[in-house]
């Protein structure tokens, strides 16, 4: 079940840990680690970002993030967003089966009338095609790494 995470019931290390599945890392444990805290830090002072958890009842625990941030257009163009999804993680033990979809469709059940924006790579561009965005190639944004934009 997806439910919005109120920081004060939720040790910041699980949060942390959770936002490091989805954050590049060149092998240095360490960085990643101070990148997934700042990024959880991000959430909880900014007021248009909201992190939304996966409870996984027969574990007792948050096994998915949802990070979500409230913006009014999409940049670079003057089409209106309401909600980019900034994060979003799996447990590894746990991917392929179907949570991250859930956590999308919960989503949108709760914000029925937002549209959702997107950026990813080629690593994860076909679990946004089979949940029903519309993908753009936005060119490469790093050497040989090329960005996409999913729409829905």
Request: contains cysteine; negative net charge.
């Amino acid at each position: 079940m997806l439910s919005k995470l109120n920081h004060s019931t939720i040790a910041p290390q699980q949060i942390a840990q959770l936002l490091s599945i989805c954050m590049w890392t060149d092998g240095d444990l360490s960085q990643l680690l101070r990148q997934s805290t700042a990024a959880y830090e991000q959430y909880r002072i900014q007021p248009e970002r909201d992190l939304y958890g996966w409870l996984d009842e027969y574990r007792g625990a948050f096994t998915g993030v949802l990070g979500m941030t409230i913006q009014d257009r999409i940049a670079e163009k003057d089409e209106p967003i309401c909600h980019v999804i900034s994060h979003l993680a799996v447990l590894p033990e746990l991917q392929a089966m179907g949570i991250g979809r859930r956590m999308i469709e919960d989503y949108i059940k709760q914000h029925p009338d937002v549209s959702l924006y997107a950026e990813t790579d080629s690593d994860a561009v076909g679990f946004y095609q089979r949940c029903g965005f519309d993908i753009v190639a936005l060119g490469e944004y790093y050497p040989g790494v090329l960005r996409f934009g999913c729409t829905r």
